[in-house]
C-alpha cells in the first residue's frame, strides 16, 4: 500500500461527506498532515465537541447546545409562538435567522419525503408537528420547504395533515432572484414567478 493506513482512513472519512470527492479528501488530508499539530488536534477536538456538546431541540428539533431543555428560539420570550415555520435542515433556520425577518418558532422535519431514497413520512419530524399544531396555540403554520420535488411533495403531505385543523397554512413565495435577467430564468422560475405575482400598493 502506497499510502499509510491512518492517511487513507482520514481520506476515506473525508470522501464520505457530502460535497466532497476523492481528490478533495486528499487535498484535505495531506493539508492536515503537512500543517502545524496545532490544526490537527483543534479540528479532532471540534469534532468530539460536535457529538458530546450539542443536542436536539425537544420542541423545534432543531440543533442546540448539549444540557438546555429548549433551544434558544423556543425559549426566547419575545417570540411568537402562534407562528410556525417549517423546515427540512437546521441549516435552513440558520439561512432564515440571518435575515433576521422572522420572529415565529420553527419545526424542523430532519429531511424531505423521498420514495427512492425510502423516506417516508415516518422518517420525519411529521407525528410532532401535527403534535404541536394540534395542542392549539399555532394560528399559521409557513411551509418553507425547499423548491424542489421532494420539497413540494412534503409541503402537499403537510398540508393534507394540518387541514382538519384549521390553521392558516403558507408557502414561501418563489420567483426572479434581485438583479435577475429575465432572458436567463428558467421556465419553472418564470412560471412560479407569473403565479405569484402581487398587486402593485400591497
Given at each position: 500500500?502506497l499510502?499509510?493506513e491512518?492517511?487513507q482512513?482520514?481520506i476515506?472519512a473525508?470522501?464520505?461527506?457530502p460535497?466532497?470527492?476523492p481528490?478533495?479528501a486528499?487535498?484535505?488530508?495531506?493539508?492536515?498532515?503537512?500543517?502545524g499539530?496545532?490544526?490537527?488536534?483543534?479540528?479532532a477536538?471540534?469534532?468530539?465537541?460536535?457529538?458530546?456538546?450539542?443536542?436536539?431541540?425537544?420542541q423545534?428539533?432543531?440543533i442546540t447546545s448539549?444540557?438546555?431543555?429548549?433551544?434558544?428560539?423556543?425559549?426566547?420570550p419575545q417570540r411568537?409562538?402562534?407562528l410556525?415555520?417549517?423546515?427540512?435542515?437546521?441549516?435552513d433556520?440558520?439561512?432564515?435567522?440571518?435575515?433576521?425577518?422572522f420572529q415565529?418558532?420553527?419545526?424542523?422535519?430532519?429531511g424531505?419525503l423521498?420514495?427512492?431514497?425510502?423516506?417516508?413520512p415516518?422518517?420525519l419530524?411529521?407525528?410532532?408537528?401535527?403534535?404541536?399544531?394540534?395542542?392549539g396555540?399555532?394560528?399559521e403554520?409557513?411551509l418553507a420547504t425547499n423548491?424542489s420535488?421532494?420539497g413540494?411533495?412534503?409541503?402537499?403531505?403537510?398540508?393534507q395533515q394540518?387541514?382538519?385543523?384549521?390553521?392558516?397554512?403558507t408557502r414561501l413565495?418563489?420567483?426572479?432572484?434581485a438583479g435577475?435577467?429575465?432572458?436567463?430564468a428558467?421556465q419553472n422560475?418564470?412560471l412560479?414567478?407569473l403565479?405569484?405575482?402581487?398587486?402593485l400598493?400591497d
Open positions: 500500500m499510502i499509510p491512518p492517511v482512513r482520514l476515506d473525508f470522501a464520505r461527506l460535497g466532497v470527492g481528490k478533495t486528499a487535498r484535505l488530508t495531506f493539508y492536515l498532515l503537512r500543517g499539530e496545532d490544526l490537527a488536534l483543534e479540528l477536538n471540534a469534532l468530539q465537541e460536535l457529538k458530546t456538546n450539542t443536542a436536539t431541540c425537544p423545534c428539533f432543531n448539549a444540557g438546555r431543555s429548549l433551544c434558544e428560539v423556543c425559549a426566547h411568537d409562538p402562534t410556525l415555520c417549517v423546515v427540512e435542515e437546521p441549516l433556520v440558520l439561512a432564515l435567522e440571518r435575515t433576521g425577518g415565529g418558532l420553527y419545526h424542523v422535519l430532519d424531505a423521498n420514495p427512492i431514497e425510502g423516506i417516508g415516518d422518517d419530524r411529521i407525528r410532532e408537528l401535527t403534535a404541536r399544531v394540534q395542542a396555540s399555532v394560528q403554520v409557513i423548491p420535488i421532494e413540494d411533495a412534503t409541503a402537499m403531505y403537510i398540508q394540518l387541514a382538519p385543523f384549521g390553521v392558516r397554512l413565495a418563489r420567483g426572479l432572484p435577475g435577467d429575465l432572458e436567463y428558467d422560475t418564470l412560479r414567478a403565479a405569484g405575482r402581487q398587486n400598493g
